[in-house]
T-cell receptor, first 114, second 109 residues
Framework: EAGVVQSPRYKIIEKKQPVAFWCNPI?????LYWYLQNLGQGPELLIR????????DSQLPKDRFSAERLKGVDSTLKIQPAELGDSAVYLC????????????FGPGTRLTVL | QKEVEQNSGPLSVPEGAIASLNCTYS??????FFWYRQYSGKSPELIMS????GDKEDGRFTAQLNKASQYVSLLIRDSQPSDSATYLC?????????FGTGTRLQVFP
């Protein structure tokens, strides 16, 4: 069974540029999460989707971050414009049932903003 | 007070020893507890889950939970150099998984 797929794996951009990350969850997993992980820290939830609905986006900085999951399968997280402090690893995770506590992570996208 | 607290380490143990990793959490209503292993440059991997007080064993790993003390631990028996990684404690609370900052474990030959 394929795991959570993310792309790109690495991204280097200059500040003020836009950037987008893509995630395809494990087949059949209806719940999808985007996390942010800074160096030396644990992952922090940005947004959670149940199918195509964003059920928890309270930690998403909405002035510059946006996300979508139009067909309830794959998802895109966008930052526009990027700031130096956005340099981090962006992790996508999925779980089988709504609000499930067993979450499986993708490989992440390491973003560097110069 | 952080919701989930872990000693950042590093915790250094010799090969073959028992590594003991500890975690405390602040919200008494938390119901589910997890340990994730994260190798450098990789994503977190779920290795143990525990839902009730007591011990849960899986191979060389034992998770221990004490809800009265709001304490969860992970024991790794017969530690191997391949166990060297950061171990993240995570607590499920109101539909959200809250992670600690992780403890870095180093197992030396």
């Amino acid at each position: 069974e394929a795991g959570v797929v993310q792309s790109p794996r690495y991204k280097i951009i200059e500040k003020k540029q836009p950037v987008a990350f893509w995630c395809n969850p494990i087949s059949g997993h209806n719940t999808l999460y985007w996390y942010l992980q800074n160096l030396g820290q644990g992952p922090e939830l940005l947004i959670r989707y149940e199918n195509e609905e964003a059920v928890d986006d309270s930690q998403l900085p909405k002035d510059r971050f946006s996300a979508e999951r139009l067909k309830g399968v794959d998802s895109t997280l966008k930052i526009q414009p990027a700031e130096l402090g956005d340099s981090a690893v962006y992790l996508c995770a999925s779980s089988l049932v709504p609000g499930s506590n067993e979450q499986f992570f993708g490989p992440g996208t390491r973003l560097t903003v110069l | 007070q952080k919701e989930v607290e872990q000693n950042s380490g590093p915790l250094s143990v010799p090969e073959g020893a028992i590594a003991s990793l500890n975690c405390t959490y602040s919200d008494r209503v938390s119901q589910s507890f997890f340990w994730y292993r994260q190798y450098s440059g990789k994503s977190p991997e779920l290795i143990m889950s525990i839902y009730s007080n007591g011990d849960k064993e899986d191979g060389r790993f034992t998770a221990q939970l004490n809800k009265a003390s709001q304490y969860v631990s992970l024991l790794i028996r017969d530690s191997q150099p391949s166990d060297s990684a950061t171990y993240l404690c995570a607590v499920f609370n109101t539909d959200k998984l809250i992670f600690g900052t992780g403890t870095r474990l180093q197992v030396f030959p």
